[in-house]
């Protein structure tokens, strides 16, 4: 499937539908095409380096859309930055991929910025642009091919955040998957929780788009405000629900989330997570009508690359959920430490192989060798990630590293202990994971400090979290901050996580 054409399509047959809506805007599939048109004729005229990267600042806006549509068109991937990301974060960002432009959708400082030579268009200059005169942009310029689409950047173990490149063909193999393999049927309203900047937003994004559906975006003020999510979520009439399963946890603490309060919800879409087993038999019970599947996959293969529809007598025979069946077009291999595979039931590394896995990341050649290759004349990406396969189906172990994924948002745990150790306040540190029913609840810091003035751990840990809010975006900060004399080490002289990990030193 050629995305940009198949949106092109709905733009001519469905002009007047909504294609997204978030609070009380919205923008039809006329108004998106055209204005994304206008878009992509300016930066055709303004940009003088064929296919840099855009970035595109906001949070679940229609300019937001607006610009994806508009710097693929020109010829350019963008590379979607949500308004929680802070600003040091922005410029690493800016600094990695050597973006031409930065199109701002919000009101921001963009003086933030001044230290590179990246051109800004402000969000009063991008108004403007869209309401005037339309300029119709030829599809010679479009992404095609192994061009980038879009770059998602990542947690990165150095301090630095990574820059995934997804080409066009990349996404067409993951669209063509969801709207063939999955009850997707046109004109369906798509849930979209995930920020733009978080992959897991790909998943509705484009086969909502390409289907000629609607998206209703649910934005951080609405999920800061249950009254307001659940009234918008009455009034929403979604069919296909894609979040992350710590957001669907979330709505269950509210007894009206149920059926009928979605009547036409019929498809349930986890990812980004570890899917718990009572949280599936919760809404089993509540949606009643609707179908649950879990699906896996990593920034780096475009979103997802297995499923698995959860019923009645999977969810009351497992208590971990399998990840399920790997997608047509892709291999999923279980290797022990040295690439050979591991026979059925053995615990290995899984590797994925296929067209939705990336070439790599953006300016990093050694990084991209080192989780990036050839396997069986596919590109092959080596995940890091544990799992196994039984029974024709796949199970996820969580990571053989310190990466870890938090309510859906992953990271490691190493670029998070590097932004603290800055603090003039901290001598060393240590972050870990703290589970609770098979997945990630929260992290817990295990500081031990230089000499500082606070009377109160309380005054210190509010010191460090403003610190660190300049450096991470909020969900990569922990929850927990302990405060020890020493770190535990092991007889080989180094930190002992597994005691950490129990709990007994907070």
Not at 38 to 61: C, D, E, N, R, T
Request: some cysteine; overall charge negative; charged content about 20%.
């Amino acid at each position: 499937m050629n995305i940009l054409k198949a949106i092109q399509q709905n733009s001519i047959g469905y002009s007047e539908k909504i294609a997204f809506k978030s609070e009380d805007r919205s923008i039809t599939y006329g108004e998106l095409w055209e204005q994304s048109d206008q878009l992509a004729a300016y930066l055709l005229k303004q940009s003088s380096q064929a296919k840099s990267p855009i970035i595109v600042y906001g949070h679940m806006k229609p300019e937001v859309l607006i610009s994806f549509l508009g710097s693929v068109k020109s010829g350019h991937p963008y590379i979607p930055v949500d308004v929680s990301i802070p600003f040091e974060r922005i410029n690493k960002i800016i600094e990695s991929s050597q973006a031409e432009f930065l199109i701002a959708t919000e009101d921001m400082s963009c003086e933030m910025f001044s230290k590179h030579p990246i051109k800004i268009i402000k969000e009063m200059e991008l108004k403007k642009l869209l309401v005037d005169d339309a300029e119709k942009s030829s599809s010679k310029h479009w992404v095609q091919g192994n061009d980038n689409f879009y770059i998602i950047y990542t947690s990165g173990s150095t301090g630095n955040p990574k820059g995934v490149q997804i080409s066009a063909n990349n996404l067409s193999s993951f669209v063509d998957w969801m709207l063939v393999d999955f009850p997707i049927e046109r004109e369906q309203t798509f849930l979209n929780q995930a920020p733009f900047s978080f992959d897991l937003s790909v998943m509705d994004l484009y086969p909502s788009l390409c289907s000629g559906g609607t998206l209703f975006a649910v934005t951080k003020e609405m999920i800061a405000n249950p009254k307001v999510l659940f009234e918008g979520l009455s009034q929403s009439d979604i069919e296909v629900w894609t979040s992350t399963p710590s957001f669907a946890q979330l709505c269950l603490m509210e007894p009206s989330f149920r059926q009928e309060l979605l009547p036409n919800l019929r498809t349930f879409l986890f990812c980004g997570e570890i899917l718990p087993v009572n949280l599936a038999k919760q809404l089993q019970k509540r949606f009643p009508n609707a179908r649950i599947f879990n699906l896996y996959g990593p920034t780096e293969a475009t979103v997802a690359i297995t499923k698995l529809e959860i019923t009645k007598e999977i969810a009351d025979s497992h208590t971990v959920l399998p990840i399920g069946h790997c997608k047509q077009d892709t291999e999923l291999l279980v290797v022990d430490e040295n690439g050979a595979p591991v026979a059925e039931g053995e615990k290995g590394e899984l590797i994925i192989l296929g067209p939705s896995v990336s070439k790599g990341y953006l300016g990093s050649p050694e990084l991209t060798e080192k989780s990036f290759g050839i396997m069986n004349n596919k590109q092959a990406y080596t995940t890091g990630d544990a799992g196994y396969k039984k029974g024709g189906l796949y199970y996820y172990l969580g990571r053989l590293d310190f990466q870890v994924k938090v309510h859906g948002y992953r990271m490691e745990l190493e670029e998070i202990e590097y932004s603290i150790a800055q603090s003039n306040y901290v001598k060393s540190c240590i972050v870990e994971p703290v589970y609770r029913e098979e997945k990630v609840d929260y992290l817990t810091a295990y500081i031990v400090t230089n000499e500082h003035s606070f009377e109160k751990e309380y005054q210190l840990t509010a010191a460090l979290r403003k610190e660190l809010s300049n450096l991470l975006p909020a969900y990569m900060i922990p929850r927990k901050f302990t405060y020890l004399d020493q770190l535990p080490m092991t007889a080989n002289g180094k930190v002992d996580r597994k005691l950490l990990a129990t709990g007994v030193l907070a």
